[in-house]
């Protein structure tokens, strides 16, 4: 099976930054997408940004030029760089790779994987 285990949110004031990591582990064929997806309370889950294995980028236009996604492929790790954080930008951040890994002997295909989430709280 595959996890995706992240770190690195937390509490900091407008104006802040902070760094999500989101590491790969398990029986990874191929990593198609690594991204980044946030729900606020009250709200549907947004994506945020995500990057290909050929390393094309994708942002929502609310974070650009703020947010920084770049990933380490040898380490299967995806990371988030977040700076001038508002208080819109509070919400459960989720990791998701698109990826192809072995399960019971059998080849899963393009399958997506979501980490646990974690909380991102910018205060005013």
């Known amino acids: 099976q595959v996890q995706l285990v992240e770190s690195g949110g937390g509490l900091v004031q407008a104006g802040g930054s902070l760094r999500l990591s989101c590491a790969a582990s398990?029986?990874?064929?191929?990593?198609?997408?690594m991204g980044w997806y946030r729900q606020a309370q009250g709200k549907q889950r947004e994506l945020v940004a995500a990057?290909?294995?050929?390393?094309?980028?994708n942002y929502t236009d609310s974070v650009k030029g703020r947010f920084t996604i770049s990933s380490d492929n040898a380490k299967k790790t995806v990371y988030l760089q977040m700076n001038s954080l508002k208080p819109e930008d509070t919400a459960v951040y989720y990791c998701n790779a698109n990826l192809r890994y072995t399960s019971g002997g059998f080849l899963r295909r393009d399958r997506d994987v979501w980490g646990q989430g974690t909380q991102v709280t910018v205060s005013s």
């Open positions: 990057i290909t294995g050929d390393s094309s980028i």
């Open positions: 398990g029986s990874i064929v191929s990593i198609n997408t």
